[in-house]
């Protein structure tokens, strides 16, 4: 096998149809069955490291599997917290109890947390072994944490997490393992937020930095207590499920809270500069395809919502939840595949440029659903029918290089709870493809008093996309070509200008070095310049 593998990798493949031609070619030679791409990336790399071969970023993109995990600039690492009880009695929630209310054991992300006992230390290591295998350098971490209400769990659980994830980031190299010393139940909380903060320091300078971090939780817990804490677990985006904003669909489906929450919850967010992203449930009982396009056109008209980021989540009807029941009984019927298609066409049509559109469905397997959408693909069909979008996931630059001729600055200006928020981008001239933007907002009142009797702007978010490229590492992408720091110098200039004193980074833990370097300093979790 080796043979065959170092053959294919003395032609240089560029382009995967001359990738597959050449494998077929070669199980035919060796008498193989047809390689694994990541058969070959294991030989590859092993031979850059002996000095045999030089590293052939071509190649090295014609064989790395589902090439569009990374290309958006980061490496997103999901992890599930264990079955616990959730405050929630929603009618469209499955229960199975021995996994995460809401989740089924079936679904990958459940199945791999499964497989490690939902500890978090092997979740994230396991999850960069993946990916590595696959051709990928996640040393930009996106974590997700994802498992239902992260505010219910206790105090001690958060930290001990949170902890061994950046642990696991911090010690990937050498592929330890976790003993009985980092066992939850043998920690006091002081203990494990001393830990917490040490493995976050040494995640500065780790080669696999976490930059990001998201928490998912409900409207009706957010409070400035709990931003203070999430802020020093590190994260820096919150998902809430919003899933209605209409009270009637809400208490029909027994979700708990009202939409005042949800306008409450958000402003709370965005105050504390946090990435906003909502979970969006079209298809919940009391609901319509015209009231279901109603409240997506409410998102972005009214300034009480304009989340930053869209998570679709059509509903579906599983066993375990009590829309399953009402399904059986004949009291709910689901959109059929042509309606809720349609209705993504129709919503496609609203999205703001500064939205990203993050998910279409959520990832439950077929035999799973009772009742609704099945189809998995559903971006691609929408592509296929000439639907056509104008949110961030849809024009991001992916393996684009950036042509300054071809470069413009654009500035998008909307007021949203309470405060003004600038979207400031380095665009294409045509607007089609996106190369890097800030997310800059101008509160109406110092809310969170992070410096005293001073006015504070917050970068809720800086993100140049393109292919994932380590730091360090000479590719010719659109990351480090130095987009960041000019739309960093805008924003900054922006705030000035609108007489804001010191400008504030919710910057994630292995991120923070970045921003050392252009004159900021470390404040209470977040980055901070003297503007004036």
């Not at 990928?136 to 944490?145: Q, S």
């Not at 976490?210 to 820096?236: C, F, H, N, S, W």
């Not at 930053?308 to 059509?314: N, R, S």
């Not at 900054?492 to 833990?509: H, L, P, Q």
Request: charged letters at 35%.
């Amino acid at each position: 096998m080796e043979k065959a593998i170092k053959e294919i990798l003395k032609k240089r493949p560029h382009t995967r149809e001359k990738l597959t031609e050449l494998k077929r070619k070669m199980a035919k030679k060796y008498n193989l069955r047809i390689l694994r791409n990541s058969e070959i990336l294991k030989i590859y790399n092993d031979l850059i490291k002996r000095g045999k071969i030089f590293f052939d970023p071509e190649m090295e993109a014609v064989l790395r599997k589902r090439a569009v995990r990374t290309i958006s600039g980061i490496a997103p690492v999901a992890v599930l917290t264990k079955p616990y009880k959730c405050p929630g009695k929603c009618a469209y929630c499955p229960e199975e109890g021995s996994v995460p209310k809401s989740y089924l054991s079936n679904e990958p992300a459940v199945m791999r947390a499964i497989r490690n006992d939902y500890h978090p230390y092997k979740q994230v290591q396991l999850r960069l072994r993946a990916l590595e295998n696959n051709g990928h350098h996640p040393t930009k971490i996106e974590l997700i944490v994802m498992g239902g209400t992260w505010s219910f769990f206790s105090d001690k659980y958060k930290h001990w997490y949170i902890k061994e994830c950046f642990r696991a980031a911090n010690d990937y190299k050498q592929r330890n393992k976790c003993g009985d010393s980092d066992k939850l139940s043998l920690a006091s909380l002081e203990k494990l937020k001393k830990d917490l903060e040490r493995e976050q320091k040494k995640n500065e300078k780790s080669e696999y930095k976490i930059i990001g971090l998201t928490l998912e939780t409900r409207p009706d817990y957010i409070t400035e207590k709990e931003m203070v804490q999430m802020r020093k677990l590190g994260a820096t985006r919150v998902e809430i499920g919003v899933q209605a904003i209409e009270e009637k669909i809400l208490k029909i489906n027994k979700r708990g809270h009202g939409v005042a929450e949800t306008i409450k919850a958000t402003q709370i967010l965005k105050d504390y500069g946090f990435k906003v992203t909502y979970h969006i449930m079209p298809g919940l009982p009391g609901s319509s395809y015209k009231k279901d396009l109603e409240m997506f056109q409410k998102l972005f008209k009214n300034p009480n919502f304009r989340p930053d980021q869209i998570k679709f989540y059509p509903t579906v009807v599983t066993k375990g939840s009590l829309l399953y029941s009402w399904w059986k009984k004949g009291k709910y019927t689901p959109y059929t595949d042509k309606e809720l298609q349609n209705l993504i066409i129709d919503c496609k049509k609203v999205i703001p440029r500064y939205v990203r559109v993050i998910r279409l469905i959520r990832d439950i397997p077929g035999e799973s659903i009772e009742a609704g959408n099945k189809i998995t693909n559903l971006r691609q069909i929408m592509k296929d029918r000439g639907v056509k979008c104008e949110c961030i996931r849809c024009r991001e630059a992916k393996e684009k290089k950036v042509e300054k001729k071809n470069l413009e600055l654009s500035v998008i200006t909307y007021f949203a709870s309470q405060g003004e928020e600038r979207f400031i981008s380095h665009e294409s001239k045509d607007k089609k493809t996106l190369y890097g933007f800030v997310r800059l907002r101008l509160p109406k009142e110092n809310n969170n008093s992070l410096i005293k009797n001073k006015s504070v702007a917050f970068v809720r978010e800086l993100h140049v996309y393109g292919e994932l490229v380590s730091v360090g590492e000479r590719r010719k992408k659109v990351q480090h070509a130095g987009l960041g720091k000019k739309l960093m110098k805008e924003a900054e200039e922006t705030a000035r200008k609108k007489g804001y004193d010191y400008m504030a980074v919710i910057s994630g833990v292995g991120v923070r070095g970045y921003y050392r370097k252009q004159g900021y300093r470390s404040q209470k979790t977040y980055m901070t310049k003297k503007l004036i």
